[in-house]
C-alpha cells in the first residue's frame, strides 16, 4: 500500500479491501489443500502469517470506512 491513509478515497479504500479479501480468501483455499496433503511446513507457515497479514490489513481498512461516532 503505496499511498498514504491521507490521499486514499474512499472508492481507493473499497477497491483495496476487495483485492485483499480476495487474496486473503486465494490463501486460505491454499493453505487448506497444503494441510490436507502435508505439503512444506515451512511453505505452509509462510502463507498462514501472510493470511493473518492480509486480516489485519482487512481490518485497518475497514476501520478507515466507519466514521469516528462523537462520545
Do not use: Y
Not at 496433503?37 to 475497514?62: P, S, V
Amino acid at each position: 500500500m503505496l499511498e498514504t491513509v491521507d490521499t486514499m478515497t474512499l472508492a481507493d479504500i473499497s477497491a483495496r479491501l476487495a483485492h485483499l479479501r480476495q487474496e486473503h480468501r486465494a490463501l486460505d483455499d491454499q493453505i487448506q489443500r497444503m494441510a490436507a496433503n502435508g505439503e512444506d511446513e515451512l511453505e505452509f507457515k509462510r502463507l498462514k502469517r501472510r493470511k493473518l497479514q492480509l486480516k489485519d490489513c482487512i481490518a485497518k481498512l475497514e476501520d478507515m470506512l466507519i466514521p469516528d461516532e462523537p462520545a
